[in-house]
């Protein structure tokens, strides 16, 4: 695999394994890209936010505005394909008569509270 590129069957799933839902293993594996994606051009604007505000020029500065925007909404996005996988993990594990979804977990919780109009709660970094 070239420049730390991951697929699902160097986890030894995939290929046609018997019980493996390649529906799910594709949708896991795309979320993933999409993911590292994010993060990837989040390191590039972290870095862009660090120079502009190192540098102390003006323009460079009201810059940063429209970058952090930009670097929140990629974040949020992470978010969402996060709750996206564990929800899909969830539904495939069930399918799979696993357990993940019988223990009464927190799947989707994020989503349901967001969408009842309640914020989350961060764990002691606020």
Do not use: C, W
């Not at 795309?30 to 936010?49: A, G």
């Not at 996988?85 to 069930?94: H, K, Q, R, T, V």
């Amino acid at each position: 695999m070239e420049g730390g590129e991951t697929t699902l069957s160097a986890f030894g799933v995939g290929g046609g394994a018997p019980g493996v839902d390649t529906k799910a293993l594709h949708a896991f594996q795309t979320s993933f890209v999409q993911v590292q994606t994010l993060l990837d051009q989040n390191r590039l604007l972290i870095n862009e936010i660090n120079h502009n505000h190192e540098s102390k020029v003006p323009g460079d500065l009201s810059r940063n505005v429209g970058l952090i925007r930009e670097l929140n909404n990629n974040i949020r996005r992470v978010v969402d394909l996060y709750a996206d996988l564990s929800s899909l993990f969830a539904a495939s594990d069930a399918a799979a008569g696993g357990r993940a979804a019988s223990e009464g977990g927190s799947v989707g919780t994020v989503r349901q509270a967001a969408a009842a109009g309640h914020k989350r709660i961060r764990s002691g970094l606020d």
